[in-house]
Nanobody
Framework: QVQVAESGGGLVQAGGSLRLSCAASGRTFTSYAMGWFRQAPGKVREFVAAINWRGSNTNYADSVKGRFTISRDNPKNTVYLQMNSLKPEDTAVYYC???????????????????WGQGTQVTVSS
């Protein structure tokens, strides 16, 4: 079993920045690829960003490319999502997830992820 916990959400004005953190525990952190997903009210969950176990491969949704950056600190068992130039349409609950099946990939398909956090709310005001 892997425990996943997100933090860092909050309320920010459009154009502002936030950094989300996600800690995963239960196995060696380098055994996982990691991903961020989000779900806005009334919408389906969507992929945001992913990173492989080594940090050498990343993947982003088109809607966040150039604004968001995913990174990981393996000694700290933590993955980050730096979000800049935030827009009201970025408002959602953001979820961190663990992929232990294809650790060399930065997988955008949520079905490939095995463990999920409880989510952290990000609200961007206009």
């Amino acid at each position: 079993q892997v425990q996943v916990a997100e933090s860092g959400g909050g309320l920010v004005q459009a154009g502002g920045s936030l950094r989300l953190s996600c800690a995963a525990s239960g196995r060696t952190f380098t055994s996982y690829a990691m991903g961020w997903f989000r779900q806005a009210p009334g919408k389906v969950r969507e992929f945001v960003a992913a990173i492989n176990w080594r940090g050498s491969n990343t993947n982003y949704a088109d809607s966040v490319k150039g604004r968001f950056t995913i990174s990981r600190d393996n000694p700290k068992n933590t993955v980050y999502l730096q979000m800049n130039s935030l827009k009201p349409e970025d408002t959602a609950v953001y979820y961190c997830a663990v992929n232990q099946r294809s650790v060399w990939n930065a997988e955008p398909n949520g079905d490939e992820y095995d463990f999920w956090g409880q989510g952290t709310q990000v609200t961007v005001s206009s």
